[in-house]
Each structure stands twice: as structure tokens, then as C-alpha cells.
């Protein structure tokens, strides 16, 4: 299972904690700064329409009766009670503490009787903001309560919600646009680095990833016109050294008396140099325009085997079919085959396995063997060994594996010697 890091190395994900910070940094900043933006102004406003009002109830009872500015009130939706509120509930909106704060610091001679206090309604529920008017006998009226300040929280807080699922939909849509064409792009990266060409990204990628996918097709083609030039360069180098070598082998056949030791040693030597040459044309034409085919694995190690001259112990099935290119196929067990015989030491063994969905064809010695850091470097091409050789026979045997969706791994082989893992997997 995977696990949640932080930060994410998705873009969607990255999207998302961004976004959340944001909204997060928002709310708190509206939260430090509500208090003086809107608490403080809220609170003077309201504490001047308060006096105001009590202003204008204090002149209706001088002109009328105390009974009728108690009956206007109550048809008027306020509270209405003769005896002080009790004390607050629980906690004090910040909004009623500043209405209060501003009252007490406002109180003087001008209104010696008014007085505006905290406590709970005639109903219990929740406090209110009572105002004790300035009359004949005190009244205290009710004047707002914090159940106008609740639903405005809560209100802020579902706008809060509702701007979050907002933005995360707004994060997913533009993730998925940016995503899904690098997606593509990485699919196709390692057709477009061989020079293969590149599917189209399609015109809602964005700008810039369709500028990378034709960059990448650009240097994707030019890698590839270097390599067949290369290529090409080897390969023709090699054939025209036959020529010449043949002549060689052809004049010392000729040779009326020639010591057999040396005669046997040239042959050697010729021979080696027309194994090499062979190895660097089987490299320039990479085996990549060989047809895909139905191919039996298990004949072609056969085969290898068979043409040996030393004993192998051999374990595979009596067919394993797979979908590949023969002569590619062939040529990487060939070399794998060659190696072990060249740098390793009997006794010799193959052995081919069926493993999930790929083949996997191992190959072993009992020679000296190879630690990790030069087991890697003899996989990469020209790279030469202590026994000789050309350098591109496990060069040759990794890139067929690699245009078989699988991979050459040299591991070591207990108590001593070396393990070439070739895995196929069909086309």
C-alpha cells in the first residue's frame, strides 16, 4: 500500500496542499483580522444606533406613558423586562464584549441611567445584548443576540467549504488536463529516445508539454540518424576487413612450407578477428528490422548447446513458445553461451523457466566471476574483460533483452562463479 508524503510528488496532490494552505492561511487571516475590521466597526455602528434608539424611546415616554412605549416595544418583536438579565451563558461573542467594552468606556453625564449589558434572553437560549433605556422607571429591551453572529459563522464556514470542494474540483481538472498527456509522453519516452517517432499528444495537452513532446521527437530523431550513421560506419569497416582477411587465410593455405604450430596460431587468430568482425556487424544492425514472430525458446537453446564443445547440463521444457525475433534471440543466447565457456569454468549449465508473464533463460559457471560495479560495466558496449573477446557480446545480449520488454542481469552463483539471467518477455 502506498503511503501519503509530504509533500506529494504528484502534481495533482502537490495542487491540492497548495491550495489547502492557501485556504487555510485565508482563514486564519480572517480570523486575526476580522476582529479589527469587523468587530471593531460593527460594534461602534451598532453601539450608536442603540443610543439612538434609546434617545427616541425616552422622548416617547415623556410624550406618552410608560405603558405605551412597553406595548410599542413588544409590537415591535423586542424583549421587554423590568429587572436586570442575569448573567451570560457561557462564553461572550466577540462582537457583544466590544459592544460592551465601547458602552462602559462611552458611559458619562450626558446618559448617567443608560447601560448596556450581557446576559441571557427571557427564553434562556443563548445571550443578548440588553439596553437599559433611560426612563422613569428602567427598562431593558433587548437588542440583538448571538445567534445573528452563530448563523453568520456558520455560514462562513459552509462559503469556506463550498469555495474548498470548489477549488479541489478546479485542482483535479487541472491536474488531469497536465497529467495524463505527461503520462502519455512517458509512455512513449522510450520510443521517441530510440528515434521510433512519437504519437501525437493531442490539442488539449498544454502548451509547453506538447513543446517538450516535440522537443524530445527532435532529439529522439537526431540520436537516432547518429546511431545508424555509426552504425552504418561499423559496419561497413567490418565487411571490408573480411576481404582482405580472407586473402590472408587464402595466401597462408597457399604457403608451401609452414611450421604447423604457427600455421595453427595464425588460423586462431584469424579466426578470433572473424568472430570479432562478426560481432561488430551483428551490433550495427542492431536486429531491430527483424520481423516479430512466433519463436520456440527451448529449441534455441538446443541449439546453442548442441553447438558447443563442451558438456552443458541442460533443463528446459519440451516447447516454450513466445513471441520475439528469432535471429536476435538466438544471437544473445549464443553470446551468453560463448561468455561462460570464455571467462567462466565447468561445470557448465542452462536452464529455461516460465516465470508470471516472461521467460527466463539463466546460464552458469563455476569461473572466478564478477563483482557488482564490473558486472555493470561489462554490459555496456566495448567494455573488454580479462579473457579477450570484442566487448559487445553481453552489449548485444542486453539490447536483445531490452527489445524483448526484459533485461540481462549477471548475478553471482554460489559458492563460486557467475549467473547471466536473461528475461523475455513476448511481444
Sequence with gaps: ????????RGVFGQLVLVIALVLLGAALLAAVLG?????????GQLLRAMQAFAAVAERLERSGSRETLVTALREAGLQVRREPPAPPAGRVAPLMRALQARAAAQTGPSAPAREIRIGRGSAGDGNVAWLRLGTSEPLWVSFTDERRGEHARRFSVALLLGCALLVWVAAAWCARRLVQPLRRLARQ?????????SEALGGRAPREVDELARAMVDAGTA???????????LAGISHDLRTPLTRVQFALELLPEVDPELR???????AEIDAILSQFIA???DGRDEAVEPVDLAEICRNVVGAS???????VPDRALARGRPMALLRAVENLVVNAQRHGAPPYSLALAREQDHWRIEIG?????????????LLQPFAHGAGGGSGLGLAIAERVARQHHGELRLLPNPPRGLRAVLVVRGH
Design 309 to 315: 564443445d563442451v558438456a552443458w547440463e541442460l533443463q
Design 283 to 285: 551490433y550495427a544492425r
Design 189 to 197: 519516452a522510450p520510443a521517441v529516445v530510440r528515434g521510433e517517432g
Design 35 to 43: 476582529r479589527e475590521l469587523a468587530v471593531g466597526p460593527a460594534s
Design 365 to 377: 559457471d563455476h569461473g572466478p566471476g564478477l563483482g557488482r560495479h564490473e558486472a555493470r560495466r
Design 223 to 233: 540520436m537516432r540518424a547518429a546511431s545508424d550513421e555509426r552504425n552504418v560506419m
Design 264 to 270: 595453427a596460431g595464425i588460423d586462431r587468430d584469424i
Design 1 to 8: 500500500m502506498s503511503r501519503w508524503r509530504l509533500p506529494p
